[in-house]
């Protein structure tokens, strides 16, 4: 069970790392794929970025959001497969 939560977390992030990375190429492929992961990191990135604001970087804003998300899954999932025991 703790290898299978373990895949579905390390998916979730790796999709978060490629619809952050979407974010930067302009096209319409990638605004198809862009528009169909948002379904599943829009609502949990919306509700982080009205706790943390962009940073502003001299004319740019910087989204945290994505870097502070994949952190807490990156917590949450040592955290719940140290948690789940073994050998099932």
Not at 4 to 9: A, P, S, T
Not at 15 to 24: D, E, K, P, V
């Amino acid at each position: 069970m703790a290898r299978l939560f373990d895949l579905v977390v390390s998916t979730y992030a790796l999709g978060l790392i490629a619809y952050s990375l979407l974010s930067w190429m302009r096209s319409a492929q990638t605004d198809r794929a862009r528009a169909w992961l948002a379904r599943f990191y829009e609502p949990v990135l919306g509700r982080i970025r009205g706790m943390i604001k962009p940073v502003r970087l001299g004319s740019a804003l910087m989204d945290l959001a994505p870097g502070v998300m994949l952190v807490g899954l990156m917590v949450l999932k040592r955290l719940v497969v140290h948690l789940m025991p073994r050998g099932l």
